[in-house]
């Protein structure tokens, strides 16, 4: 059945550092892949989205790229800020939604 | 627009008592699912719906029921709880099909609920 994979945390990077968080997904098909953030005592939000190969999601500084090849759809961001501290989960839909296991940042002043 | 709203926000249960967590929607989407969070297991899908009268299992259905009679209700039902089922459950809901908003998910803000 359909799965995602997503780097163990916590991350803990300097403020400004670059961020990576890797998320390998597998399916049948063609699925929609999206990011999901929850900041600290807060639901799950829409960070960003990809509906087909090669699609690039982007939303806060936060990019992803959709890899039919590899099928990956890894997050990154060029400079993180304080703010950026949550838990970031990768997800796909396919005949259903569901998550990788999220991957707690913290970012350091 | 009230979104996804879920009741009771807590709950705390004995062992083998039964209960349904609500779940209802003001946005006529038709995809609503239900997930348990859990700490180091991330979100995991119980059940879900992609309309009514249409329900099946997620990943972790056992212990757990629902049914979808209409567009904007889906109730959870534990039929006889265990400590295992100590969780966080979120509600979600979404458009399905190809617009520009489907398959995004809106929350409800979750129900905390403990097993004795």
């Known amino acids: 059945g359909d799965s995602v994979t997503q780097m163990e945390g916590p991350v803990t990077l300097s403020e400004e550092a670059f961020l990576t968080i890797n998320c390998t997904y597998t399916?049948?098909?063609?699925?929609?892949l999206f990011w999901y953030v929850q900041y600290p005592g807060e639901g799950l939000q829409l960070l960003l989205k990809?509906?087909?190969?090669?699609d690039k999601g982007s939303n806060k500084g936060f990019e992803a790229t959709y890899r039919k090849e590899t099928t990956s759809f890894h997050l990154e961001k060029g400079s993180v800020q304080v703010s950026d501290s949550a838990v970031y989960f990768c997800a796909l839909r396919g005949g259903k939604i569901i998550f990788g296991k999220g991957t707690r940042l913290h970012i350091l002043p | 627009n009230a979104g996804v709203t879920q009741t009771p926000k807590f709950q705390v249960l004995k062992t083998g008592q039964s209960m349904t967590l609500q779940c209802a929607q003001d946005?006529?989407?038709?995809?609503m699912s239900w997930y348990r969070q859990d700490p180091g297991m991330g979100l995991r899908l119980i059940h879900y719906s992609v309309g009514a009268g249409i329900t099946d299992q997620g990943e972790v259905p056992n212990g757990y029921n629902v049914s979808r009679s209409t567009t904007e209700d889906f109730p959870l039902r534990l039929l006889s709880a265990a400590p295992s089922q100590t969780s966080v459950y979120f509600c979600?809901?979404?458009?399905?099909?190809?617009?520009?908003?489907?398959?995004?998910?809106?929350f409800g803000a979750g129900s905390r609920l403990t097993v004795l």
């Open positions: 990809a509906t087909k190969a090669d």
């Open positions: 946005m006529n989407h038709e995809y």
């Open positions: 979600a809901s979404s458009y399905s099909g190809a617009s520009s908003g489907a398959n995004v998910l809106t």
């Open positions: 399916a049948t098909g063609y699925p929609s």
